[in-house]
């Protein structure tokens, strides 16, 4: 009995990975097509916004189905959410982070050379493992730690775009974008790992969890959204160049972010990781057929790390999805 209940709950593992995977793919394409076709660009800061919507009154959906009651559903939301300032603020924590991470990035972007910053950002992949060993009390064995490398350089090779020789002289400082990107990094993998800790650190709901963390998502993305263009927005409208096809780039992007808090919830951030990398392939090799891109060496050779390294990383190994209470300081570096 006990064997058939962990075979399932590896199925069930295995099935949401499979689904973030696909969906990342799927929406990696829509949106390189809706940025193609579009007549009229839309605002991509308003469609970041509109996405937390939707997953805010999906997540509050899904609560009202597994409480089974009006009067439950009533209940949790007025305990955990209406009632519960301190759990929003814990909550908000991850937000107001990727929120620093993204402005980091862009400004790292715009201080490095683009290849320079593909190498650098990959190091999210190492950094959120190291996170998950230090926030976690985890221990990852030497071969997970190979294939972790082996899969930042996978995805490195996978998106790498030879620099081209340009005109414009364009003033950056390095120093500025090293420190910028180092701050994106690190931003990338606490968030994520701390998310993962009060997911698992407690039995509340994932979808009460969901609904606190996209109240403050909504708030800080619509700051964002104003302060970047707002002007324009006031101009043109909120939902200036919005067809079909971003609806349903909204849509996926909007069921991913639901299934990646699923697959925090039941693998880890690791995992999560190996997936997006994984969504990046097919996402490529789906562009290769509809768009007619090119495939690379470097590309194909990237892809075999990440494939390679997802093989690696799944070998019969220590359970690394659950918290573990005590740990030993060498331990908690590398597992023997």
Sequence with gaps: ????????????????????????????????????TAKELY????????TEVIKLLISVGLLAKETGSLGRFKTSLSENVLG??????????????????????????????????????QLKIPCTALCTVLMLNRTLSKLQWVSVFMLCGGV???????????????EQNPLLGFGAIAIAVLCSGF?????????KSSDTSLWVRNIQMYLSGIVVTLVGTYLSDGAEIKEKGFFYGYTYYVWFVIFLASVGGLYTSVVVKYTDNIMKGFSAAAAIVLSTIASVMLFGLQIT??????????????????????????????????ERIIGV
């Design 43 to 50: 605002f991509s800061t308003t469609a970041v916004c509109v």
């Design 84 to 121: 519960s300032p301190k759990e929003l603020m814990k909550l908000s924590v991850p937000s107001l982070v990727y929120a620093v991470q993204n402005n980091m990035a862009f400004l790292a972007l715009s201080n490095l050379d683009a290849a320079v910053y593909q190498v650098t950002y």
């Design 156 to 170: 490195i090779l996978v998106q790498w775009k030879p620099a081209q020789a340009t005109k414009v002289v364009v």
């Design 297 to 330: 060496l470097s590309f194909a050779m990237g892809a075999l790390l990440v494939c390679v390294s997802i093989y690696l990383y799944g070998l019969p190994r220590q359970d690394t999805t659950s918290i573990q209470q005590e740990a030993t300081s060498k």
């Design 191 to 199: 968030a994520g790992v701390y998310f993962e800790k009060v997911l």
């Design 1 to 36: 009995m006990a064997q058939a209940r962990e075979n399932v709950s590896l199925f069930f593992k295995l099935y949401c990975l499979a689904v973030m995977t696909l969906v990342a793919a799927a929406y990696t394409v829509a949106l390189r097509y809706t940025r193609t």
